[in-house]
């Protein structure tokens, strides 16, 4: 079935380093302009329902303006917490002024950023270059391969495993994880309590740590205990609110 595409907006209204809020098919888009290249994803942090064209655009992340998710607008994943879901990136095209954009349901944009077309290489030169390539992978060894880095998912759902145990809702969903950071085989975290006199705290930590230390490849973890920004009911899931019975 052939995508259909919708005229939405005009380059010209894009400026770069800019975005834009747009509707198609009655569903709210956020289109950005990043060095002459339109991206297009759903305008719904999938935190708390924030529109993302309003935050702040860094290179090919935007942060949301409420409590500072942040997604890849290449390919709408979510890159740092409280964010946990991915957002949809569409498909777009570029005719004359025209932007248009089609929505994508499926999930099938590739998961790095759209390259420009390369310059037009000769015949000889590319089975040259081609010999070169399988030359340097014969010489390659398994050695030589870097370990397969630890997917950010994998460490949010360890990490949904550690309950605070006064309110029995897992920290992710409380959203008492600020940041997490992967080097290497090493895992960074940022996280707070409800309170800073919270007497689970300690507990808490001391079960995040070994959480992330039982992923395979993850050699250690560092555990941060952060106050500022505090705490506060409106990182908290849907999850949370309806185990706490908060609506």
């Known amino acids: ?34 060095d002459g290249q339109i991206y297009a994803i759903d305008d719904v942090c999938t935190h708390d329902g924030g529109p993302l064209a309003d935050g702040k655009l860094t290179g090919h992340e935007i942060e949301c303006d409420r409590h500072g998710a942040r997604f890849d607008i290449r390919t709408g994943s979510a890159l740092c917490m409280p964010a946990v879901e991915n957002v949809r990136a569409h498909h777009v095209k570029l005719e004359g002024d025209s932007v248009f954009v089609a929505i994508n349901d499926s999930g099938d944009l590739p998961k790095e950023a759209p390259r420009s077309a390369s310059p037009a290489t000769s015949p000889v030169s590319a089975l040259a270059g081609s010999a ?5 992978s014969s010489a390659e060894t398994a050695a030589d391969v870097p370990a397969r880095p630890i997917e950010q998912e994998t460490i949010v759902n360890a990490l949904k495993t550690v309950i ?23 895992i ?26 039982k992923i395979d490849g993850v050699t250690k973890a560092n555990v941060k205990l952060v106050m500022n920004p ?18």
């Open 1 to 34: 079935m052939p995508i259909a595409y919708q005229n939405v907006a005009k380059i010209s209204e894009i400026p770069a380093g800019e975005k834009l809020f747009v509707e198609v098919e009655d569903q709210p888009v956020a289109l950005f302009n990043v």
């Open 132 to 136: 070169a390539t399988v030359a340097a």
């Open 164 to 186: 605070d145990p006064e309110l029995n809702v897992n920290v992710v969903d409380l959203g008492l994880v600020y940041t997490v950071q992967t080097r290497g085989t090493e």
């Open 188 to 213: 960074d975290v940022e996280m707070t309590l409800t309170t800073p006199a919270c007497p689970a705290g300690p507990e808490i930590l001391r079960n995040s740590v070994k959480a992330i230390e």
């Open 230 to 247: 505090p705490w506060s009911p409106a990182r908290m899931t849907d999850d949370a609110r309806d185990i706490l019975g908060i609506f």
